[in-house]
């Protein structure tokens, strides 16, 4: 997912060249996708970036399928009107709904900013398949210690886990280091983590049939909340309330990171650091393409 308007970090951060040799942070994710299996990429995207995305695409291997979704606010069921005043798209489950024309399978989706390591994705292969033969989806997950900020608290939905299974996300607000410790805050209470809690960092694999689900998801957010200029469908809320439908069954897979993504200019020079770190120690080549 490409769409967002990235407004706290001040500039196209999807196009932001923040490897060793300018590689942007998303290819990190194709580069990890490719070797744990993963042929195809379908790229949700607005249409302001779409020139510049397709140019960059051209840079990819051969062997990779490439596809482009655009995301905008033309895409809505035909009851709905979108108001006059609304300017940015609907938020995760909208982009994903972008692509529905084009997936024909299980798939994975994640942020084009963020960045999670090699394991995730071979943890996300392995989903597709299971997605693929029993509809169960998955959501991968990090130690919460792993996604902090160094720049100020950050908000992760903490799971709970069931005997493998995702049972429910709780958004915990305003999480820091405090000492030794984590704290956050759920509806204003403060909430001690001890930072091996599981965080959902936006990283999903669904079967092809969640696609309807979601669509159903959007139409219910729309019904209810359609009329507010900045309201977003997201999808840790969509799955929690399929989840809590007894619709779908979400596996709980942890990967170890390390996370790292852009959300402030702030965060810039943590990645740039990280990649250079992980490209020395042979994670990655460089260049990245050979």
């Not at 510049?52 to 291997?61: G, I, T, V």
């Not at 939905?157 to 493998?164: M, Q």
Request: net charge negative; glycine share 8%; with cysteine.
């Amino acid at each position: 997912m490409a769409a967002g308007l990235a407004s706290r970090y001040g500039s196209s951060k999807q196009l932001d060249g923040v490897g060793p040799r300018g590689e942007l942070l998303l290819e990190y994710s194709i580069f990890d996708a490719r070797r744990a299996g993963f042929t195809r990429v379908v790229f949700i995207i607005r249409r302001e970036i779409e020139p510049a995305m397709r140019e960059f695409a051209r840079r990819l291997p051969a062997d990779l399928t490439v596809d482009f979704a655009v995301q905008d606010l033309s895409q809505v069921p035909s009851w709905f009107a979108t108001p006059s005043t609304r300017t940015k798209p609907w938020g995760t489950v909208h982009a994903v709904l972008a692509a529905r024309g084009i997936l024909d399978g299980p798939f994975a989706v994640l942020n084009a900013d963020d960045f999670y390591g090699p394991d995730a994705f071979l943890r996300a292969r392995a989903a597709c398949d299971e997605a693929n033969a029993a509809g169960v989806a998955s959501a991968i997950l990090f130690p919460v210690s792993a996604t902090l900020s160094s720049h100020g608290s950050v908000i992760r939905g903490i799971c709970n886990v069931d005997d493998g299974y995702l049972v429910e996300l709780d958004e915990v607000r305003d999480i820091k280091r405090e000492g030794n410790a984590l704290r956050g805050h759920v509806n204003h209470v403060v909430r001690t983590l001890t930072g091996a809690e599981l965080a959902s960092m936006n990283f999903w694999v669904f079967p092809h049939a969640a696609l309807a689900l979601l669509a159903d998801e959007f139409e219910s957010f729309l019904k209810a909340y359609g009329d507010e200029e900045t309201s977003e469908s997201i999808l840790p809320e969509a799955v929690s309330d399929l989840m809590a439908a007894g619709k779908l069954r979400v596996r709980a897979l942890s990967a170890p990171g390390p996370w790292f993504g852009l959300t402030h200019q702030a965060d810039r020079e943590n990645v740039r650091a990280g990649l250079k770190q992980l490209t020395a120690d042979g994670v990655y080549p460089s260049p990245l393409w050979k």
